[in-house]
């Protein structure tokens, strides 16, 4: 009965518009059953937010019309799976599925506490709560790219997930000053990306392999894993030659830029030009910028004292030290083991300085170097047992990094890798 009633509408509306317009046509799209969280949204009422300030699982429930008896028990029966009354966020997802009756009282409540899990809360029965997951798949790519102005740039450009740029920067931190790339570099690069519901990317995965063209050289990086029991991934090119170094290249996390290097021939303006030695190299940055130690070390010097300032000094072997200057405050003490990467202080101006910047400072043998005309130690160096292993096992992916056309977008090609 209601179809006809429909139908009638429709011929109505048609034969109506016939009459004082030219004649369209009319499209009747069947409607869109809308499913998920494995309910059918037709069957009810939907109101879909995300959590305000102030407002609680009680207020949600109370305000849809849940006796306060029944929210009690809720808050109760859920606990063991999620704590509803105390774990709710501000700005989170949920989404309440009401009676489509004049009550409008809420059945179920779904919350979405990160992108890949939602809290089910099903209270027209027994309530049973729980956490489903969206499926999360991982699909193998490739990417590659030629530079005009920056890696980052050049992934943008082809809409490839940008943090692809830092996990490349990652990977070559060592061996490549991505703050320096030439017009006509180029990359290769094979990688997982994750998606939920299949289309929304929720990041990279592991890099596989990549390839890097700076200057005309080549840059292989291969991902091996060579204590499997230990499961601790490194990157080596295609000589078995660890990519990552036993110093970092700055004592910055996201800039390596220098605004003045090691000089031991530097003429400043006092009274007319004079020589002073400049024994380190400067990288400026915010005041309050974390400084991070360039390798592991055992911290010998935490003190302020005059052109200085602020400053550590690190122990990292018999061999070498490093120091780290005009901190506006530091953060370990005498004695304290660091490891490569972990902050030691912030920048400051303390002690002489004209402007906001961590003096780094690398002690060889006792003597002020400076560090970039080291030819630094590799971290940790292949075992010569798995050589021929690891030679085996790039070959072929060797391969497929080379046949990989360059400037054509991100393909996916494969299944995800074991580890
Ligand atoms: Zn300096």
Not at 356 to 379: E, I
Not at 385 to 406: C, G, H, R, T
């Amino acid at each position: 009965m209601k179809k006809f009633l429909f139908l009638f509408l429709i011929l109505a509306i048609v034969s109506c518009k016939e009459e004082v317009l030219n004649p369209e046509p009319i499209i009747i799209e069947k409607p869109k059953v809308i499913e998920k969280f494995g309910y059918i949204f037709d069957n009810f009422k939907v109101i879909q937010d995300t959590v305000r300030k102030n407002e609680t699982f009680g207020y949600l429930m109370d305000k849809n019309h849940v006796a306060n008896s029944l929210i009690n028990k809720l808050v109760t029966k859920t606990k063991p799976t999620f704590d509803i009354a105390r774990q709710l966020r501000v700005g989170k997802p949920y989404t309440i599925l009401a009676k489509k009756d004049s009550t409008e009282q809420a059945q179920v409540f779904i919350y979405q506490p990160n992108r890949v899990e939602f809290l089910v809360i099903d209270f027209r029965n027994e309530v049973v709560p729980y956490i489903g997951r969206k499926g999360v798949k991982t699909v193998i790519k490739t990417a590659s790219g030629e530079i005009t102005s920056s890696l980052s740039n050049a992934i943008e450009e082809q809409n490839i997930n940008y943090n692809l740029t830092y996990a490349l920067s990652d990977i070559y931190a060592w061996t490549i000053d991505f703050h320096h790339l030439t017009k006509g570099d180029k990359f290769k690069v094979i990688y997982e990306e994750r998606f939920i519901d299949d289309t929304i990317s929720v990041g990279i995965g592991k890099i596989k392999a990549s390839f890097f063209e700076h200057n005309k050289k080549p840059f292989y990086a291969f991902r091996y894993v060579v204590d499997s029991t230990k499961n601790v991934p490194e990157y080596y090119d295609e000589e078995t030659n660890n990519l990552r170094r036993a110093f970092l290249k700055a004592p910055l996390k996201f800039s390596s830029r220098v605004s003045s290097r090691f000089n031991l021939k530097r003429r400043i303006r006092h009274y007319g030009f004079r020589i002073k030695a400049h024994r380190g190299t400067d990288f400026p940055g915010n005041i309050g910028t974390p400084i991070i130690s360039t390798a592991n070390g055992t911290v010998t010097k935490s003190e302020k004292r005059g052109g200085n300032g602020n400053y550590v000094k690190i122990k990292h072997n018999s061999t070498y030290s490093t120091q780290y200057l005009h901190m506006q405050r530091r953060k370990v003490k005498v004695g304290d083991f660091v490891k490569q990467g972990d902050v030691i202080g912030w920048i400051g101006m303390t002690g002489s300085t004209g402007g906001p910047h961590v003096c780094y400072r690398f002690w060889k043998n006792g003597t002020q170097v400076d560090p970039f005309k080291q030819k630094l130690p590799s971290a940790d160096p292949m075992k010569s047992d798995v050589v021929p292993l690891y030679k085996e096992y790039i070959k072929s992916i060797k391969k497929e990094v080379d046949e990989i056309p360059l400037s054509v977008k991100e393909t996916i090609i494969d299944t995800p890798l074991k580890n």
